[in-house]
């Protein structure tokens, strides 16, 4: 049996607005993104999620099945959420949100070889002490964690309190990733790169940024090293970081690497360029549309 990997978080319809005015609607949700990643990648994935019996319900569950996701329903949700994404003349999205998170049943994290979270999920309520309590679990069970804050303000706590949850969740995981535009929200007036550097001293064996389509940074320990981006015609960014994280997580799971304490510069460099060459596929074409195992090799 290959590796198994537990993700648990928001699963929604994004409804892309495009500047000429067409509308296309996608499956999306950054959990729900990284869980696509990882089993188009050859990990066994399970996403623990709530997503209601209706159209967009609908729309989720045939995208998880086409990619292998396992679904688990996290407990009745209502409709199920949207986010309403707004892409600009340069291919950049902002969001308006529409869904709730409180999920009443979560699986044992014992089960698998990794525990994602992140996002609205990680930081949303109430929905959010059940994660964290999900992480400290893992955590003290010495499992793999890995997390991404994915940083909606118009979502989430005051900065401040925001700021700290994402600390505490940073000290229990293994591998954190974060966009330069969430470290900007958590600065507190210090640098993207202070972030980066804060939240890999909480104890992750690697903690990593992405910066849009400048170079991206991986740092464990005392080793940091910078990937560079390769240049493609961009659709959108829609899920760019989510297949960058999963892409990351997938490659430490297929190489054995998950339990690792730390990473060598070599290795930095090695997992970085697998994984800004899986987000630059997704950000060619419409939609958070994580390339497949093959398509890597490919690449």
Same mark, same amino acid.
């Given at each position: 049996?290959? &590796?198994?990997?537990?993700?648990?978080?928001?699963?929604?319809?994004?409804?892309?607005?495009?500047?000429?005015?067409?509308?296309?609607?996608?499956?999306?949700? =950054?959990?729900?993104?990284?869980?696509?990643?990882?089993?188009?990648?050859?990990?066994?994935? %399970?996403?623990?999620?709530?997503?209601?019996?209706?159209?967009?319900?609908?729309?989720?569950?045939?995208?998880?099945?086409? *990619?292998?996701?396992?679904?688990?329903?996290?407990?009745?949700?209502? &409709?199920?959420?949207?986010?309403?994404? %707004?892409?600009?003349?340069?291919?950049?999205?902002?969001?308006?949100?529409?869904?709730?998170?409180? &999920?009443?049943?979560?699986?044992?994290?014992?089960?698998?070889?990794?525990?994602?979270?992140?996002?609205?999920?990680?930081?949303?309520?109430?929905?959010?002490?059940?994660?964290?309590?999900?992480?400290?679990?893992?955590?003290?069970?010495?499992?793999?964690?890995?997390?991404?804050?994915?940083?909606?303000?118009?979502?989430?706590?005051?900065?401040?309190?925001?700021?700290?949850?994402?600390?505490?969740?940073?000290?229990?995981?293994?591998?954190?990733?974060?966009?330069?535009?969430?470290? *900007?929200?958590?600065?507190?007036?210090?640098?993207?790169? *202070?972030?980066?550097?804060?939240?890999?001293?909480?104890?992750?064996?690697?903690?990593?940024?992405?910066?849009?389509?400048?170079?991206?940074?991986?740092?464990?320990?005392?080793?940091?090293?910078?990937?560079?981006?390769?240049?493609?015609?961009?659709?959108? %960014?829609?899920?760019?970081?989510?297949?960058?994280?999963?892409?990351?997580?997938?490659?430490?799971?297929?190489?054995?690497?998950?339990?690792?304490?730390?990473?060598?510069?070599?290795?930095?460099?090695?997992?970085?360029?697998?994984?800004?060459?899986?987000?630059?596929? %997704?950000? =060619?074409?419409?939609?958070?549309?994580? &390339?497949?195992?093959?398509?890597?090799?490919?690449?």
């Amino acid at each position: 049996m290959g &590796p198994r990997a537990l993700l648990v978080g928001e699963a929604l319809v994004d409804v892309t607005r495009m500047p000429d005015g067409t509308v296309a609607e996608h499956p999306g949700g =950054s959990p729900l993104n990284v869980a696509v990643t990882m089993a188009r990648q050859g990990i066994d994935t %399970t996403l623990a999620a709530q997503v209601g019996d209706d159209r967009f319900g609908d729309l989720i569950r045939a995208h998880l099945d086409r *990619s292998g996701v396992t679904l688990l329903d996290a407990g009745p949700s209502g &409709p199920t959420g949207s986010a309403t994404a %707004t892409i600009d003349a340069g291919g950049a999205a902002t969001y308006e949100f529409d869904l709730r998170w409180a &999920p009443e049943r979560l699986p044992d994290p014992a089960d698998f070889d990794l525990l994602h979270v992140g996002s609205i999920g990680a930081w949303l309520e109430p929905g959010a002490n059940a994660v964290a309590d999900l992480v400290r679990r893992a955590h003290d069970e010495g499992q793999a964690v890995g997390f991404d804050p994915n940083v909606r303000l118009t979502l989430g706590p005051p900065v401040p309190v925001l700021r700290q949850r994402v600390l505490d969740l940073a000290s229990s995981s293994r591998f954190v990733k974060l966009s330069d535009e969430d470290a *900007s929200v958590l600065a507190e007036g210090g640098s993207p790169e *202070s972030v980066l550097r804060i939240l890999a001293a909480e104890g992750p064996a690697l903690a990593a940024m992405t910066r849009g389509g400048a170079s991206a940074v991986l740092r464990s320990g005392d080793h940091e090293v910078e990937v560079p981006v390769p240049q493609v015609a961009v659709a959108d %960014t829609i899920g760019a970081g989510d297949t960058w994280m999963g892409t990351l997580l997938a490659e430490l799971l297929l190489r054995g690497w998950v339990d690792r304490t730390g990473f060598g510069a070599d290795e930095l460099r090695e997992l970085g360029e697998v994984a800004v060459r899986a987000s630059a596929i %997704t950000v =060619s074409r419409p939609g958070a549309d994580p &390339p497949w195992r093959d398509e890597l090799r490919q690449g």
